[in-house]
């Protein structure tokens, strides 16, 4: 069974810095690409970065680019977000997800999400 | 980038009725559309991608269609665990977008 878990997030204060990471199991993790995704109630759903199988390519949503670094261990399954220089605007729930075999950016298995809260 | 817009924002319908969401892009995107269903606390769910294939595992209620510009989500028989938010998403060109969001609700 593919499972996803993401680790349980937190509350930052603005200018902080969080990484989050997300524990994969039940398929060969090194061959899938994977993205990390962010809902905000006002803003619905955010694409915010993905990485490729060998983590040698990797791209942005411009609002975090600069600020926000992905990566993975394929040795232990996990692909991480670090988040630095936090906002406000940053808050939100944030979902790891697999990309389909072979299909990008199809994005076929989900975590339950990890609540990050920037406030003072 | 490429703006999807849903509509509607929300509805509500009983269960056994035929429930259409849409979604239109600001550029063509041919089909590279995928609609997904998010219900509080749980895992989104991948419900059709490339616009009209039905993910494994999805109902076969579940349809879609459409390709360019405008695209439609189909519930033929809404049953009460249909109750959540749907999103389409574009994955045509980086950044990879996704409509507003639709909620159902069941009457």
């Known amino acids: 069974e593919v499972q996803l878990v993401e680790s349980a997030g937190g509350l930052v204060q603005p200018g902080g810095s969080l990484r989050l990471s997300c524990a994969a199991s039940?398929?060969?993790?090194?061959?899938?690409?994977m993205h990390w995704v962010r809902q905000t109630p006002g803003k619905g759903l955010m694409w915010v970065s993905h990485?490729?199988?060998?983590?040698?390519?990797?791209a942005y949503e411009d609002s975090v680019k600069g600020r926000f670094t992905i990566s993975r261990d394929n040795a232990k399954n996990t692909v991480f977000l670090q988040m630095t220089s936090l906002r406000v605007e940053d808050t939100a729930v944030y979902f790891c997800?697999?990309?389909?075999?072979?299909?990008?950016?199809?994005?076929?298995?989900w975590g339950q999400g990890a609540l990050v809260t920037v406030s003072s | 980038d490429i703006q999807m817009t849903q509509s509607p924002s929300s509805l509500s319908a009983s269960v056994g009725d035929r429930v259409t969401i849409s979604c239109q892009a600001s550029q063509d995107i041919t089909k590279y559309l995928n609609w997904y269903q998010l219900k509080p606390g749980k895992a989104p769910k991948l419900l059709m991608y490339d616009a009209s294939n039905l993910e494994t595992g999805v109902p076969s209620r579940f349809s879609g269609s459409g390709s360019e510009t405008d695209f439609t989500l189909t519930i033929s028989s809404l049953q009460p665990e249909d109750a959540a938010t749907y999103f389409c998403q574009q994955f045509h060109n980086l950044p990879i977008t996704f409509g507003q969001g639709t909620r159902l609700e069941i009457k």
């Open positions: 039940g398929f060969t993790f090194g061959t899938y690409w």
């Open positions: 990485i490729n199988s060998i983590g040698t390519g990797v």
């Open positions: 997800a697999r990309a389909s075999g072979g299909r990008a950016h199809i994005l076929d298995f």
